[in-house]
């Protein structure tokens, strides 16, 4: 069953605009990553943020982690329409867990050119 | 990070027959995942594959319907057996890295008719 849920489902911006996706889970975990997916096409992985990390930033991305509310943030800056994909945060528990991951339901973004 | 290869990339099989998911992965793992993404959806996880030992499926998913060979620590095949137009889905294979990184493969899309 997913744990992660994420919101907002869909997301329509324009060009050059920040894009903002938040993702929730349940259970305690050891990591969070957050994965692109182009056109149902494989996952590109983006960035991990550990469980006692607060901020990252990769590029034009910033991803937030608040473990007492259980919630992720992924921001992307400046858009382009390149940015146009589904994404989605997956947590894993840690090895005593197996080490698999559990996704989100995931966030349609379009970037309007 | 682990660059991760699947054949085929996509395939349309008719129902009642079996396909045979090849994940080919550049560099030794321990533990290969397995996951489905039907339609629309997010990734669930089917199974976990590790070298000389059965997989472990989720719940869900049986052996005899989605059966893993396991054979080195650089390969992993899934078949999905006795085909249904409901298993029409794109098939992901995954790995860890040494940074608790999980990276996919480009996934397979399977059309059953």
């Known amino acids: 069953s997913q744990q992660g849920e994420e919101d907002p489902q869909a997301l329509s911006i324009q060009e050059g605009e920040n894009a903002t996706m938040n993702c929730s889970y349940k259970t305690s975990i050891n990591n969070l990553q957050w994965y692109r997916q182009n056109s149902g096409r494989g996952l590109v992985h983006l960035i991990l943020?550990?469980?006692?990390?607060r901020e990252k930033h990769s590029g034009r991305l910033r991803v937030t982690l608040d473990t007492s509310k259980k919630s992720s943030s992924l921001l992307i800056t400046a858009s382009r329409a390149a940015d146009t994909a589904s994404y989605f945060c997956?947590?894993?528990?840690?090895?005593?867990?197996?080490?698999?991951?559990?996704f989100g339901g995931g966030t349609r973004l379009m970037v309007k050119p | 990070s682990a660059v991760i290869s699947q054949k085929p990339s996509r395939d349309i099989c008719q129902r009642g027959t079996s396909l045979t998911i090849q994940c080919q992965v550049d560099?030794?793992?321990?533990?290969m995942f397995w996951y489905r993404q039907q339609p629309g959806q997010s990734l669930t996880l089917i199974a976990t594959?590790?070298?000389?030992?059965?997989?472990?499926?989720e719940s869900g998913f049986v052996i005899d319907k989605f059966p893993i060979s396991r054979p080195n620590l650089t390969f992993s095949t899934l078949t999905v057996s006795n085909m249904s137009p409901e298993d029409s889905s794109i098939y992901l294979c995954?790995?860890?890295?040494?940074?608790?990184?999980?990276?996919f493969g480009p996934g397979t899309r399977l059309t059953v008719l």
């Open positions: 995954s790995v860890w890295d040494n940074y608790n990184e999980q990276f």
């Open positions: 943020i550990r469980s006692n990390e």
């Open positions: 997956a947590t894993d528990g840690g090895y005593n867990a197996g080490n698999m991951l559990t």
């Open positions: 560099s030794q793992v321990t533990m």
């Open positions: 594959a590790n070298q000389g030992s059965e997989a472990t499926y």
